[in-house]
């Protein structure tokens, strides 16, 4: 498989975590957000963000990719104010085929102090933030990507 990787740090982290994160963590009670997995890719999406939009073939391949290797990716819409019906349109028409989650209460949001769409948090198998900021270096300004 031929995958163009994001050109952003985050992404460097995912051959690295193959080889040395290591541990899984075992959940009782309220965390049982993350079980079972070598790292985790987190990525804030909004139905209503244009950038959101465009990376659906990317993250979908990356997930692939890397679910042999025990990383999973999981899509996170964080607020209330966003209905299942949305999202799983909102997944089907941009070809997003990973995990996700309507983060209404903002657990997931608050724990890794998520503040903006799209944005990328990689976490190793406790739960541990590696990794946070942007997918790639796409946009570069409010409304403005590069060409």
Not at 137 to 147: S, V
């Given at each position: 498989m031929n995958i163009s990787f994001p050109r952003t740090a985050w992404a460097l982290l995912l051959p690295l975590c193959i080889v040395s994160c290591s541990g899984r963590i075992k959940n009782s009670g309220t965390s049982t957000l993350f079980s079972g997995h070598r790292a985790y890719v987190n990525v804030f999406l909004s139905p209503d963000c244009p950038l959101c939009q465009g990376y659906g073939s990317l993250l979908s391949q990356l997930?692939?990719?890397?679910?042999?290797?025990?990383?999973?990716?999981r899509a996170v819409f964080p607020g209330n104010g966003v209905s299942r019906e949305t999202v799983d349109d909102f997944?089907?028409?941009?070809?997003?085929?990973?995990?996700?989650?309507?983060d209404s209460s903002r657990v997931i949001t608050n724990y890794f102090s998520a503040e903006t769409t799209p944005q990328v948090f990689f976490s190793d198998s406790l739960g541990r933030p590696l990794y946070s900021g942007m997918i790639d270096?796409?946009?570069?300004?409010?409304?403005?990507?590069?060409?």
């Open positions: 997930d692939s990719a890397y679910a042999v290797h025990d990383i999973s990716f997944l089907k028409e941009y070809r997003f085929s990973m995990q996700y989650f309507i270096n796409l946009a570069y300004e409010t409304g403005k990507k590069r060409t």
